[in-house]
């Protein structure tokens, strides 16, 4: 979500460790997902193509009972959507292991507790999906982008 990182690299560099990692300012789609070599990128692409690129705003700041924070989206039913047509194609990796009965559409910030200003809101635009994968020295990298139709 590059429309977001100058409002919140800092912050995230100092709160957030997987920012540290390579992580960009992001809304996760699925988390954890596929070992990588098991990734069949084609079906991924025909799935994300399969759903509409869309305008949206980051409007508000607000906290998770763990402590985390984040930047809540417009439309978030458009980013359930992605969510869950991936976890129906792999339903073997639910999001976040299946630690939350919502998913909740976001962009964390800090990992704790935060007081902070952020000039809001935040016009962005998902036209693609980003496939990061986790490196053997705990970096993240981009592995590729699919393009939402």
């Given at each position: 979500?590059?429309?977001?990182e100058?409002?919140?690299?800092?912050?995230?560099?100092?709160?957030?460790?997987?920012?540290a990692?390579?992580?960009?300012?992001?809304v996760?789609?699925?988390?954890?997902?596929?070992d990588?070599?098991?990734?069949?990128?084609?079906?991924?692409?025909e799935l994300?193509a399969?759903?509409e690129?869309f305008?949206?705003e980051?409007?508000?700041?607000?906290?998770?009972d763990?402590?985390?924070?984040?930047?809540?989206?417009?439309?978030?039913?458009?980013?359930?959507?992605?969510?869950?047509?991936?976890?129906?194609?792999?339903?073997?990796h639910?999001?976040?292991?299946?630690?939350?009965?919502?998913?909740?559409?976001?962009?964390?910030?800090?990992?704790?507790?935060?007081?902070?200003?952020?000039?809001?809101?935040?016009?962005?635009?998902?036209?693609?999906?980003?496939?990061?994968?986790?490196?053997?020295?705990g970096?993240?990298?981009?592995?590729?982008?699919f393009?939402?139709?």
């Amino acid at each position: 979500m590059p429309e977001a990182e100058d409002a919140v690299a800092a912050l995230r560099l100092q709160h957030d460790r997987s920012a540290a990692l390579g992580v960009p300012a992001h809304v996760t789609i699925l988390y954890p997902f596929l070992d990588p070599v098991a990734i069949d990128e084609r079906a991924l692409e025909e799935l994300i193509a399969g759903h509409e690129a869309f305008d949206f705003e980051l409007v508000s700041v607000e906290t998770f009972d763990d402590g985390h924070v984040y930047l809540v989206p417009t439309s978030p039913e458009r980013f359930v959507a992605l969510i869950d047509a991936v976890w129906r194609r792999w339903p073997d990796h639910p999001p976040y292991e299946g630690a939350f009965e919502t998913v909740v559409p976001h962009l964390t910030i800090s990992e704790r507790p935060l007081e902070c200003a952020i000039e809001l809101p935040i016009a962005a635009r998902a036209d693609t999906v980003t496939l990061i994968e986790e490196q053997a020295d705990g970096r993240w990298l981009s592995r590729r982008r699919f393009a939402l139709g």
